[in-house]
């Protein structure tokens, strides 16, 4: 798997997590077919709408992370494999309940769950992935795992609900939109990156290590979806160009383009995001008003920040062909915009 990635000499290179693949295809077997028993249930409906997000073409990021950096310290129990289910069975259910709170239509290329069997059925269906996240986490038996990811469960629903309170306010500031992705995306980032040297008995250097590695890594991946919004294509995002603009969605590159305008341009913002007016016509003035302000020229550019910060938090670890493999993810999820 791989994306074209721009470098300083006009040459092309491909940034590409298939060395992470590679080394945790293995686990990553055992992991699916966890997945599939545990999102089975005799009442019919779970495993259709629990199958229908689960298959539909996600990279499994965040559970790979958990593998490597279980692997990078050694670990040689079964417990890696039921926490990167959880981390993944967290992330979907994650997903369930945002379609439901954003309105989304598509997802991953396809209609969403709720488009399909409802809001009640999405919910709920999400509530059921959380509580087997939750019964997998009991049964590897580490309480510090237990507690670092249902931290991260907490976490995340106080980041939905931060967004949800700050919904259609340009007044909002750059640190209270890092606040929300912080919480909303990073922190699940974080958990499943830490979790696998706590269960390998790692330092506690390096479970901090991992824990700043997959903050950081979070964050950078947000704000290169929030460019993509405006900048990328259907193929990258998973959904449609511009719904984050018809969902009225105060992403960075609003905020920054917002505070960059002038009274006219303000006014334009206003009437799009608060007011709901956003057909094709807006969605175009928006995203030249972004380039104009250079917005998302400098939202790609604080992603790159973060990256760093990423890098050099796994900096000091041994070296690994995990290690190398976790730097090559940062790379990939900042090229995507290339």
């Known amino acids: 798997m791989g994306v074209v990635l721009n470098i300083e000499n006009g040459k092309r290179e491909v940034a590409s997590i298939k060395d992470l693949i590679d080394l945790t295809a293995a686990d990553m077997a055992r992991v699916n077919e966890l997945i599939l028993s545990k999102a089975g249930s005799d009442v019919e409906m779970i495993p259709e709408v629990a199958n229908h997000l689960i298959s539909s073409g996600g990279k499994r990021l965040r559970p790979m992370l958990t593998l490597a950096s279980a692997q990078m310290f050694g670990y040689s129990g079964e417990g890696h494999v039921k926490l990167a289910t959880s981390v993944e069975f967290m992330?979907?259910?994650?997903?369930?309940?945002?379609?439901?709170?954003?309105?989304?239509?598509?997802?991953?290329?396809?209609?969403?769950?709720?488009m399909i069997w409802g809001n009640q059925a999405s919910v709920l269906v999400g509530d059921f992935l959380l509580g087997?996240?939750?019964?997998?986490?009991?049964?590897?038996?580490?309480?510090?795992?237990?507690?670092?990811?249902?931290?991260?469960?907490?976490i995340i629903a106080e980041g939905e609900v931060m967004q949800l309170a700050a919904a259609k306010n340009l007044e909002t500031t750059e640190d209270e939109h890092f606040a929300v992705i912080k919480a909303k995306t990073a922190a699940l980032f974080s958990a499943a990156?830490?979790?696998?040297?706590?269960i390998a008995q790692a330092t506690r250097n390096d479970r901090a290590a991992l824990r700043s590695y997959g903050m950081n890594l979070g964050l950078a991946f947000q704000l290169i979806d929030d460019a993509l919004d405006y900048g990328g294509t259907?193929?990258?995002?998973?959904?449609?160009?511009?719904?984050?603009?018809?969902?009225?969605?105060?992403?960075?590159?609003?905020?920054?383009?917002?505070?960059?305008?002038?009274?006219?341009?303000?006014?334009?913002?206003?009437?799009?995001?608060?007011?709901?007016?956003?057909?094709?016509?807006?969605?175009?003035?928006?995203?030249?008003?972004m380039t104009r302000h250079g917005a998302i020229a400098d939202t790609i550019g604080r992603a790159r920040h973060f990256g760093e910060i990423a890098r050099d938090a796994l900096a000091p670890l041994e070296a690994t062909p995990q290690k190398s493999a976790l730097i090559d993810v940062i790379d990939f999820c900042i090229s995507r915009v290339n």
């Open 193 to 198: 990156a830490e979790v696998g040297p706590v």
């Open 91 to 114: 992330h979907t259910a994650t997903l369930l309940h945002d379609d439901v709170v954003d309105e989304s239509g598509m997802r991953r290329g396809k209609k969403t769950a709720r």
């Open 132 to 154: 087997q996240a939750f019964r997998m986490m009991v049964d590897v038996g580490s309480l510090e795992a237990l507690d670092i990811l249902s931290s991260a469960a907490s």
């Open 234 to 289: 259907s193929k990258d995002l998973g959904k449609n160009v511009g719904d984050d603009f018809r969902e009225g969605k105060v992403t960075l590159p609003v905020i920054l383009a917002y505070r960059r305008g002038t009274k006219a341009e303000r006014t334009f913002w206003k009437r799009a995001i608060e007011d709901n007016v956003t057909d094709d016509a807006g969605l175009e003035k928006a995203i030249g008003l």
